[in-house]
Each structure stands twice: as C-alpha cells, then as structure tokens.
C-alpha cells in the first residue's frame, strides 16, 4: 500500500505522550506484514481542506493537483491503493472541489483511496485475538457517516475492544478542521451534546475516532480521544 499521511497528522502527535500516528500504523503494518511506501515530496502537500474550506479555490485547487500528481506517480498510475490515515482528508480526495482539470481529473479516477477505518478492519477480520478487557467509546467523525464506515467502525472497535459504546444520536463535534481553535465556544456546545448521551462512568473512558481535529475537539478534562489505530496496535500485539 501506499501511505498518505495527511497533514494534520505530520503536524500533531496522536495522543497527551507524543506518539506519531504515522509510527503508530507503521507498527501495525508490521505486525500484519503489510508493506506501506510513503512518497517523497509530500511534506508541502495536504487533501487542500484549508484552502477549499475557506473559500481558497484556486490555492485549494493548485494543492489537490500537486498532491494528486505525487501520489498518481507512487502508486504507479493507480496500481497500488492509497491509504490515508484521516476520515475528511479520505472524504475530500474521494469528493474534490469543482474545478481540477481534466488531465487531473483522469489520473484521479485512476487512483484507489482506502479511508484509515475498512483499512484497519481488512487487516484485523482474521485476527483470532480474544477483544481487549477495556470498554471504550467511539466517536465517527462526519466524514465516517458521510462515506458510510460508521458501522465498520464500530465492528472494529468490537474486535478490539470487550464493551464499545456509540452515542445513539453522534453528531458533529462541531471542530471543523481547525473551527474549534477559532471559535472554541462551538466544539463546546457541540460535544456537549454527544457527551450528554453518556453516563458519568462512560465520560472517563478512552475515547477513539479518526481525526486528530475531532479527537481534540472531543477530548476534556475527563476524556481524552485518540486514533482509533492505537486501539487496534494494541490489540495486535495482544495475546
């Protein structure tokens, strides 16, 4: 596979002690035995998300065909899929902004992205492992239920984990790509609602998603929220 690791990802560490999602899932692909390439040249890269979400067209579009390009070389003309470690940055490479050319356009069609959630669940449907004896929480970003993967989210987290909970009603976290920085008063009304639909108990427990912006914006003094590929590093390395 070839890994893309989104911006967001180069630039935050996954959790409070500085673990790299990007060592994070190299450790994983080790333990399945799976070989991820990561291109050259990606560090000035990114989906183009904070340029398109402000209303930069022309500077988001000139981003999404640079990265496009890049990733069309290393994966050999969409030979090899493309796995991206964050749920909005896999939603935008599948639904770009108007306005790529058509030479982009055509290498696009070619290419094969794999959000970071069914890459996670292919690798770990025949691990025999017994669930981790933690009950945990689980939080789908926007993107996860706009592409569908909620459900594969939550079957993963059950082969990882002994007792998942999903709020019944999860709504956006209100984050926003960086929003929640600008206008915190938003996230905190936002998450309000999805923790509201928690139990005290179930407030202190791990929580997991597929974004580092919705994973901060999720997290509080009582909960903190981290990617979902540290849970299932360690349920690999489980016995």
Do not use: W
Not at 14 to 26: A, M
Not at 43 to 62: A, R, V
């Amino acid at each position: 596979f070839i890994y893309y690791p989104s911006c967001i990802s180069r630039v935050f560490s996954t959790d409070s002690e500085n673990q790299s999602i990007i060592e994070v899932i190299g450790q994983i692909a080790e333990l399945a035995e799976i070989k991820l390439i990561i291109p050259d040249k990606i560090d000035n890269t990114c989906c183009s998300t904070p340029f398109s979400s402000k209303g930069y067209n022309e500077p988001g579009i000139d981003m999404f065909e640079r990265t496009i390009n890049i990733l069309y070389e290393a994966s050999k003309e969409g030979k090899i899929p493309i796995v991206v470690d964050t749920s909005p940055c896999t939603y935008k490479f599948l639904h770009p902004n108007d306005g790529i050319s058509n030479e982009i356009n055509t290498k696009l069609k070619k290419l094969k992205f794999i959000d970071i959630i069914p890459f996670l669940d292919s690798i770990t449907k025949d691990i025999k492992h017994k669930p981790l004896d933690k009950e945990i929480v689980v939080h789908p970003t926007c993107s996860t239920q706009k592409m569908e993967h909620a459900q594969i989210m939550e079957s993963l987290a059950k082969r990882c984990a002994k007792k998942v909970t999903i709020p019944e009603n999860s709504g956006c976290c209100g984050f926003a790509g960086d929003r929640g920085m600008i206008v915190p008063q938003l996230t905190i009304n936002a998450v309000k609602f999805n923790k509201d639909q928690l139990s005290s108990e179930q407030r202190k427990l791990n929580g997991y998603s597929s974004s580092r912006m919705c994973e901060i914006g999720m997290s509080d003094r009582e909960q903190t929220y981290t990617s979902i590929a540290l849970l299932v590093r360690d349920y690999l390395i489980s016995k």
